[in-house]
């Protein structure tokens, strides 16, 4: 009798529904996973906030169609685009050096920092940065910013309102004491 020849035809009609049973399962796990992922990027995709993942070089690893609709890049432009690219060059020490921590395993929220979009615009944006990792080690980060630059325009134009009506207050007062 040779070694792993099965005897009968009942046992080969059992690898054979094990077979069928087994790629049915399989090909059934692969079209969920499909399913899901396309889930999963048309909620991303459609998000109003900005969304990218960088890997540990601050190379663009995924990057959302609103990401970059505001900064302006194309596919082909975000291949070859790094994170220190796209950060105003007052803010990139403190950017690295949240970068750092976020590679070493924190996550982050509330950063406000801001980009600078291939047209040179500044976009002031504010949100959460999160590391992700594979088999224990890190992969890449996963950033969520709020584009606040409209925010950030009317909140300095209240200060400065504030500041030109606190000034012709106290100018007012000076001119009634004499």
């Known amino acids: 009798m040779e070694p792993h020849k099965t005897k009968g035809v009942t046992g080969t009609r059992n690898y054979q ?7 049915y399962n399989l090909r059934k796990k692969i079209e969920d996973l499909r399913e899901s992922e396309e889930k999963y990027r048309l909620l ?3 998000a109003n906030d900005l969304i990218q993942s ?7 690893v995924y990057v959302n169609r609103k990401w970059k609709k505001v900064l302006g890049y194309s596919d082909k432009e975000i291949k070859n685009l790094n994170l220190q690219n796209i ?3 007052d803010h990139l020490p403190y950017c690295m050096t949240l970068f750092g921590k976020v590679i070493c395993g924190e996550s982050l929220t509330n950063v406000e ?4 979009a291939k047209n040179k615009k500044e ?4 949100g959460n940065v999160a590391p992700e990792f594979k088999n224990g080690k890190f992969n890449a980060t996963v950033g969520i910013f709020r584009d606040i630059t409209e ?3 009317a909140e300095d134009a209240l200060k400065e ?6 000034t012709l207050f106290k100018s007012s007062r000076l001119k009634a004491k004499k």
């Open 17 to 23: 529904n094990l077979n069928v049973t087994l790629i």
């Open 44 to 46: 991303f995709d459609n």
């Open 54 to 60: 960088v890997d540990m070089k601050g190379n663009f």
């Open 87 to 89: 950060i105003q060059k």
């Open 113 to 116: 920092t801001v980009f600078v």
């Open 123 to 126: 976009i002031c944006v504010n």
């Open 151 to 153: 925010k950030k325009k």
């Open 161 to 166: 309102s504030e500041e030109k009506y606190r």
